[in-house]
């Protein structure tokens, strides 16, 4: 198992900066997923970690090993790197086993280790076919067996799922996730999908304008993101404003405690407070008076949108008009099992906490 560290990676292509300053730990035997926006740099990184681009600066090393450096550079081929293209990118002529050895010496493409690959990724008896012959999850398996093969230090994955269909891209991944556990093998997975990165990840790290916006474990960064702009990236955000007296956050949506650690600099100024979606709890103010008086700690609103998915509803709500809040910003919920509401339905909505806030430096609508 072999650690990857990258120190201000800087890349661009012309003018136009892609990667800025990059720092990033990958642990050894750990699955770190980056996740960005389009756009964002995210392939690029992967393709100089591989060695396909050059840095313009910055450290890149693999275990012991400088592999991209102001002194050092150490091509593909002597990394060691196992590369998952977004398509597999199998060679059509090949059998499924001549293409799991492809990397290997000649001598070794049709012994035990190709054999034991192939039943490691759950495609025993499909050896002799070809790449035409498979469902789109087992070209993947099949790609994902071909860069195991050369025993790598390190396997890159560019967006490996984003082909299939809903159901396989979540079944391919759960398999390549248990795979990566039983191998022990130290892997990168890029991908725009946050459910994916959340869900497979031991660590996911936010690529956004250049640099690592944070990295941490799944739950940490979903429930502590570093600012207003990840925690609107990583699920849906409500960010309102709210004051902070020193002991908890005055909200539209109540008065709610925060997260441990997570106090504002000092008390008695404006912040901006982020409510998750499944922690407000809706009602119907069916007969009602629709401007939430007489109702402490609740915001009335009036329902834009309801989308049922039968384990939860997710509904968007605009607030009932307030000197407070001018814009009118949609408050999104999500209620499990709750029951479906449909549009123009009057409400009233109630936050449950901890939350965290940042100091109020205004929020940017949407």
């Not at 990676?9 to 699955?31: E, I, M």
């Not at 407070?324 to 509401?341: F, M, N, Q, S, T």
Request: aromatic share 4%.
């Amino acid at each position: 198992m072999t650690e990857l560290n990258v120190r201000g990676l800087r890349k661009a292509f012309g003018s136009h900066p892609v990667l800025t300053s990059v720092d990033l730990t990958v642990p050894a035997g750990s699955l770190t997923a980056i996740l960005g926006a389009s756009g964002s740099g995210k392939t690029t990184l992967l393709r100089v970690l591989a060695g396909f681009e050059r840095a313009d600066g910055g450290v890149v090393q693999i275990g012991d090993m400088v592999v991209d450096g102001p002194n050092a550079q150490v091509p593909p081929e002597r990394r060691r790197i196992g590369y998952v293209p977004q398509e597999g990118s199998l060679f059509p002529h090949l059998t499924v086993l001549d293409n799991i050895g492809f990397g290997l010496p000649s001598r070794q493409r049709r012994g035990p280790r190709t054999a034991g690959l192939l039943e490691t990724v759950g495609l025993t008896g499909l050896g002799k076919r070809y790449p035409h012959q498979l469902s789109g999850g087992q070209q993947q398996r099949v790609a994902l067996a071909r860069a195991l093969a050369i025993e790598p230090t390190v396997v890159l994955l560019d967006e490996p799922f984003a082909s299939l269909d809903t159901h396989l891209r979540a079944s391919v991944r759960a398999d390549v996730q248990q795979i990566f556990r039983a191998s022990g093998t130290t892997a990168i997975l890029v991908t725009h999908d946050q459910s994916e990165a959340l869900s497979v990840a031991d660590q996911v790290a936010v690529l956004r304008d250049g640099t690592i916006a944070q990295c941490a474990a799944p739950q940490e960064l979903y429930s502590r993101p570093a600012d207003p702009a990840v925690a609107r990236f990583i699920g849906e955000a409500n960010l309102v404003d709210g004051h902070f007296d020193g002991d908890a956050v005055d909200t539209p949506l109540g008065r709610l405690p925060l997260a441990p650690k997570a106090r504002p600099a000092s008390p008695g100024g404006g912040v901006t407070v982020l409510v998750r979606p499944e922690q407000i709890e809706i009602r119907s103010d069916a007969g009602g008076r629709g401007d939430g008086r007489g109702q402490p700690g609740c915001l009335a609103g009036e329902v834009v949108s309801c989308e049922y998915y039968g384990h939860d509803v997710v509904l968007r709500v605009r607030p009932a008009r307030s000197a407070h809040d001018p814009v009118r910003r949609e408050i999104i919920v999500r209620a499990v099992g709750g029951p479906y509401l449909p549009p123009g339905s009057s409400v009233l909505l109630r936050a449950h906490g901890p939350v965290l806030s940042w100091p109020d430096e205004g929020i940017a609508p949407g």
